[in-house]
């Protein structure tokens, strides 16, 4: 009996722990969220090898993943595109991939971030790196992996302080024991990197709303992006980089494959930036031209500018709904997408 008193008194004292612990995470301002990890990508990418030739596949860096809308487009189009995009990556890892592992032949759209589209080969380079991990993860995952993942979902979904998100708002055990400073540990004197995004299972991003309402937590996403700029870094890999895109783009085509070129929104510290380390003249023209394939820059449209990035590089979530529409009705004006309506 006392046995039994003790497991109640044990499980009832570690409810009121769990909630008290989740009450303390809502009260400063977090909530529940999916993490956007390698399982979750992975997921996605499952479902390329399904799809027909009438289907679309994302990849880039951040910039699509946050500009272009999945609910908006399956509004347009009849069906959601698949978004395999990954903040601070090269895309060429992922099209690679796809590419040369897949039967898919419908249509790729290929974010160009010239950083990092431009950035290396280099295979330990984290723009390369990081979506390679992704790839490699959904090539070697284990069934124990995946039925894992699938139990996080409803854990995900119902509590805040099981959050993955690394950097200063990271809240699970790992994370915060990390930030405990003990004697002369040195910390990585990069500002702090808020997360400032709501990501749903089918990976699609939006912009919190904080964001365009609190100029002093926008500012910290600029400071960190002036720190990366700031600190120097090998020169773009320009020569290599293309090489090893137009070579898979090649095999791509030949598969009856199309590709869509996309050069999302940027401004201020950053569009000076991107204009002299990667000018379009020596970077996207060039590349538009050997690639010879659609491709959609938005200074060459109107209605695609004088948008709202609170942080130079990402846009707010009305504006990204408003990118989206206006994007695929200008593809569809040049034939590339079928002009569907659905109810």
């Given at each position: ?255 009856g494959g199309n590709v869509i070129l996309l050069r999302c929104p940027s401004t201020g510290y950053l569009r000076d930036f991107e204009t002299n380390v990667t000018p379009r003249n020596k970077f996207w023209d ?58």
């Open positions: 009996m006392n046995l039994k008193k003790s497991l109640i008194v044990a499980l009832i004292l570690g409810a009121m722990g769990l909630v008290g612990w989740e009450l303390y995470w809502r009260s400063q301002g977090f909530s529940k969220s999916i993490d956007d990890n390698d399982a979750l990508w992975a997921l996605e990418r499952s479902k390329v090898d399904d799809l027909s030739k009438e289907d679309v596949v994302l990849i880039g860096s951040s910039r699509v993943h946050f500009d272009i809308q999945l609910d908006e487009w399956k509004k347009i189009t009849g069906k959601k595109p698949i978004q395999l995009s990954s903040g601070g990556c090269s895309p060429l890892p992922v099209f690679h991939d796809i590419v040369n592992t897949s039967p898919f032949n419908g249509t790729i759209l290929v974010g160009v971030t010239p950083g990092l589209f431009f950035s290396t080969t280099y295979p330990e380079a984290p723009p390369w790196a990081w979506p390679q991990a992704r790839v490699d993860h959904f090539h070697n995952r284990t069934f124990a992996q995946r039925i894992n993942h699938k139990l996080s979902i409803p854990l995900q979904s119902s509590f805040a302080f099981i959050s993955e998100v690394e950097g200063i708002d990271g809240i699970n055990l790992k994370e915060l024991l990390g930030k405990v400073k003990i004697g002369d540990r040195v910390f990585d004197p990069m500002p702090p990197f808020h997360s400032f995004e709501h990501i749903r299972l089918d990976r699609n991003v939006r912009m919190k709303k904080r964001m365009e309402t609190d100029t002093a937590f926008a500012n910290t996403v600029k400071k960190v992006w002036q720190f990366f700029m700031s600190g120097g870094g090998p020169p773009p890999d320009k020569e290599g980089t293309m090489s090893f895109f137009l070579e898979d783009l090649k095999k791509f085509k030949e598969k060039e590349l538009v031209e050997k690639a010879s394939v659609k491709a959609y820059h938005f200074e060459d449209y109107p209605q695609l500018q004088n948008l709202t990035l609170p942080e130079w590089s990402h846009l707010i979530a009305d504006d990204a709904d408003y990118f989206t529409r206006e994007f695929i009705k200008i593809m569809q004006l040049d034939g590339i997408l079928p002009n569907q309506k659905t109810n």
